[in-house]
């Protein structure tokens, strides 16, 4: 959605629109690395990858290839307090 709203005309968007993902980022880093020391290099790929899709997202320029399956779940928490 954040990539369809700034892929369109400046003039139709007089506003920069960014969104905070932090929970996204970290869900799939988190799962990455899952504790372990062997797969701190993967969790910090990872988050690269989703930060540059974000980055990508904010200018309207995201073309979907960080899609995962880990990414495209859900982070939502029933009964979770924000």
Do not use: H
């Not at 540059?52 to 307090?81: F, I, L, P």
Request: glycine share 8%; proline share 2%; aromatic share 10%.
């Amino acid at each position: 959605m954040l990539n369809a709203i700034n892929a369109l005309p400046l003039g139709a968007r007089p506003w920069a629109l960014t969104f905070s993902y932090g929970r996204a980022l970290q869900k799939t880093c988190i799962k990455t690395w899952g504790g372990k020391k062997e797969n701190f290099v993967k969790a910090q790929q990872a988050l690269l990858v989703r930060a540059r899709a974000n980055g990508a997202a904010s200018v309207g320029k995201y073309a979907g290839d960080a899609n995962s399956a880990e990414a495209s779940q859900s982070s939502y928490v029933k009964d979770y307090k924000y």
